[in-house]
């Protein structure tokens, strides 16, 4: 479907030869990427990694932490896709798939599993998006890092506001989303 925003999309003049592909430029995520919350040491660096310091802060009144295990915890994701969005990480700073071990690999998918549980208990959700972007080229933000994102997803929840308003609309705030579903994780769902 194609959908013009309001003032067409921009043009830029001169660069690049045309090629029939539309583009939806997205600089909101390069706030994301290199804006003010960027580490002094890059996200490469275990010190600046918010996947590292995050379960560190479990248990803080902003924190997003839902649930903790051995090897490896949950979190919500603080640019969310949907309501719910979580995020699977290891507690270890490796980035490749097969960087994890035995342990970790079984727990992050155990983790994955109690997850689609306790958001289809909490919000109905009608099917989930599953999956790990490894490496910056298949769309990683933080790619050193590994997280396997959890998106629950709803019929009809593509609506007409992210394409024309470019506005994901999430009717629910981040702190009160991970109360919810930390309460219903520690019910054992
Ligand atoms: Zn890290």
Redesign the pocket.
């Known amino acids: 479907m194609a959908v013009d925003p309001p003032g067409g999309y921009a043009e830029q003049d001169g660069l690049g030869a045309a090629d029939g592909f539309a583009r939806l430029w997205t600089p909101h995520r390069m706030a994301y990427i290199k804006g003010d919350e960027r580490p002094a040491g890059g996200?490469d660096q275990?010190a600046g990694?918010?996947?590292?310091?995050a379960p560190q802060r479990a248990g803080e009144p902003d924190s997003l932490v839902v649930a903790t295990g051995k090897h490896a915890f949950v979190v919500l994701n603080r640019y969310p896709y949907n309501p719910g969005h979580l995020l699977v990480?290891p507690y270890?700073?490796?980035a490749d798939y097969t960087d994890l071990s035995v342990e970790e690999t079984l727990e992050v998918a155990s983790l994955t599993q109690t997850a689609m549980r306790v958001v289809r208990a909490a919000s109905g959700a009608h099917g989930f998006n599953l999956g790990m972007n490894q490496g910056g080229v298949a769309g990683a933000g933080?790619a050193?890092?590994l997280h396997q994102h959890i998106v629950p997803r709803w019929g009809g929840d593509t609506n007409f506001m992210p394409v024309v308003g470019r506005t994901k609309v999430l009717p629910q705030l981040l702190t009160d989303t991970r109360a919810l579903l930390a309460e219903r994780w520690q019910d054992g769902e």
Do not use: D, G, M, T
């Not at 990694?49 to 310091?53: D, G, I, M, V, Y």
């Open positions: 996200y275990p990694c918010p996947f590292c310091l990480c270890r700073h490796v933080i050193a890092h």
